[in-house]
């Protein structure tokens, strides 16, 4: 099926551990996304990224590391988990064309706690 | 730099009456600007888009927003509330400033909830 997918869906990791989630997409879209959901934030940008090898931090990138060796994937790391962590998280990419054409799409989210 | 502000944490409506979203936007460009919904426990849905095509925007579920420069502002209707427009609604904003920067910011969003 085409789309995003995230996984895993759910994770609960101890403080201290490193922890890894996936972000596959389909369609070889160049710019994808990292966002956090926390209430009373909405979202925020951890990473972002604009090809394959090319990332950029975004509002808070603090405790993450991103890598993108292939177009479609773009896995994100929590180095050292700190239960400040404890989020949702959501990746997305961007289809290409103008102002009038494109859009974002994200996938399901992974929730993830650090106790 | 961009930002958005979503006027209201949470909107209480009863079924059938109208619903109002308010979202006021701060931008050195020209912005796109969306709406998205999320519904429990799921993900992002798009509701509709504005990039200066037309400044009345129509979306899914009867949904739609106005974008108006003068009070930068860009409010989601929609005239009949359904139960299952309970739901948190974001207000995002885009500004694509030579053509490289993709990023959205999103509002802290507005919880909707329609009594029966």
């Known amino acids: 099926d085409a789309g995003i997918t995230q996984s895993p869906r759910y994770k609960i990791t101890e403080t201290g551990r490193q922890v890894t989630l996936m972000c596959h997409q389909t369609w070889s879209h160049s710019y994808m996304f990292w966002y956090r959901q926390d209430l009373g934030h909405g979202l925020r940008l951890i990473y972002y990224s604009a090809a394959a090898d090319i990332t950029d931090k975004g509002e808070v990138p603090d405790g993450y590391v991103v890598s993108r060796s292939k177009t479609e994937n773009f896995p994100l790391t929590l180095e050292s988990a700190t239960r400040s962590q404890t989020s949702v998280y959501f990746c997305a990419s961007r289809s290409p064309g103008g102002r009038f054409v494109y859009g974002y799409t994200f996938g399901s989210g992974t929730r993830l706690t650090v106790v | 730099a961009q930002s958005v502000t979503q006027l209201d944490s949470h909107v209480s409506v009863s079924e059938g009456t109208p619903v109002l979203l308010r979202c006021n936007y701060s931008s050195s460009y020209s912005p796109s600007l969306f709406w998205y919904v999320q519904h429990p426990n799921k993900g992002l849905q798009l509701l509709l888009k504005y990039t200066s095509a037309a400044t009345l925007v129509k979306g899914i579920n009867g949904f739609e927003a106005e974008f108006k420069k003068s009070e930068t502002s860009f409010h989601l209707t929609k005239p009949s509330a359904h139960m299952s427009d309970a739901a948190e609604y974001f207000c995002?904003?885009?500004?694509?400033?030579?053509?490289?920067?993709?990023?959205?910011?999103f509002g802290k969003g507005t919880l909707l909830t329609v009594n029966p």
């Open positions: 995002v904003v885009s500004v694509e400033s030579g053509g490289s920067n993709y990023k959205l910011t």
